[in-house]
């Protein structure tokens, strides 16, 4: 990855989807990309070895959130994804108001915020919202501050999860010790507003301790995974922008680059993806 202003010659070219996460949390918002749009080609990027990103400061996470757009952005991707919160919350914006610019004003980046708050207000009848999300997008006030432009009537309520990343990156999500943690923060949060109908997994790796997380959320709340109304933003926007479009070849592949281990990266993507997968390794 390059260091910042360091002029990068990007290939012109139509090339693959970009989706980013710190690690394999994204891939939950890519499994339902390629459900809804299997024509694309998709090139993902796991920030593995510097994952988790969630408490990392703004500098940090904006930091190798730019290295890894301009990666992707080299590899010949004309639209990137960030499919991880932590990233949208602390690095999308600068990106999009600072980089894009000096990159290539004509390529672009999308974040998960705005279209998992867009579904809130029809989702949500006593308009009392949990936020469940790493300690960096909670204390970025992302959601709240998106939330209240678009519904200003909705109470919301954040929970800080930290142990729930490092569940997933070290494949502990089924595990007995995973109970410990999903159980007090889903507890935590419906004891601070018992109100709550409708908890937002705001971490793109929380959906892989689905199981848990159901086990511990009463009836009656709903469990919001972000990777369904992500996938169908995108499809709108593409719809919206034609131009875009035309700039993402259609092969039906996907591709894994990674900064760990290329085999390690590649047996967890197999089982989270349901499906094979081949990944190449990275220098973060
Ligand atoms: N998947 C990232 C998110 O959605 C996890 C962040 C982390 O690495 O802590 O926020």
Redesign the pocket.
């Known amino acids: 990855m390059t260091p910042p202003d360091q002029p990068l010659t990007l290939p012109a070219t139509p090339g693959p989807v970009g989706v980013f ?3 394999y ?2 891939l939950t918002i890519l499994r339902q990309i390629r459900q809804l749009m299997p024509a694309y080609d998709y090139l993902y990027l796991g920030d593995n070895a510097r ?4 408490a990392h400061s703004f500098e940090v996470v904006y930091e190798y959130t730019r290295q890894a757009v301009e990666l992707l952005f080299a590899r010949g991707c004309h639209l990137v994804v960030l499919a ?4 949208s919350a602390k690095a999308l914006r600068t990106i999009q108001q600072n980089d894009l610019g000096r990159l290539d004003p004509t390529r672009r980046v999308l974040g ?1 915020i705005r279209p998992t708050v867009e579904t809130l207000g029809s989702l949500t009848r006593t308009r009392h919202v949990g936020i469940l ?2 300690a ?2 909670v204390n970025s006030r992302s959601y709240e501050l998106e939330i209240h432009k678009l519904y200003p009537d909705i109470t919301v309520s954040q929970m800080a999860c930290p142990m729930w ?1 490092p569940l997933v990156e070290n494949y502990e999500f089924d595990s007995p010790g995973a109970d410990y943690f999903v159980r007090k923060r889903v507890e935590g949060i419906l004891r601070a507003d018992p109100e709550i109908d409708t908890l937002v997994l705001a ?3 929380y959906p892989l301790l689905m199981n848990k997380i159901l086990k511990y959320t009463p009836p009656g709340v709903r469990i919001v995974p972000q990777g369904e109304y992500v996938a169908s933003s995108l499809r709108d926007y593409f719809q919206r922008h034609p131009e875009m479009d035309a700039q993402c070849t259609k092969g039906g592949h996907c591709h894994y680059l990674t900064t760990e281990a290329a085999d390690k990266f590649a047996e967890s993507a197999t089982l989270f993806m349901h499906e094979p997968c081949e990944a190449e390794r990275v220098q973060p």
């Open positions: 996460d710190s690690g949390g994204g994952a988790p990103y969630g991880c919160n932590t990233a998960v999300a790493t960096g997008t990343v971490c793109t790796h």
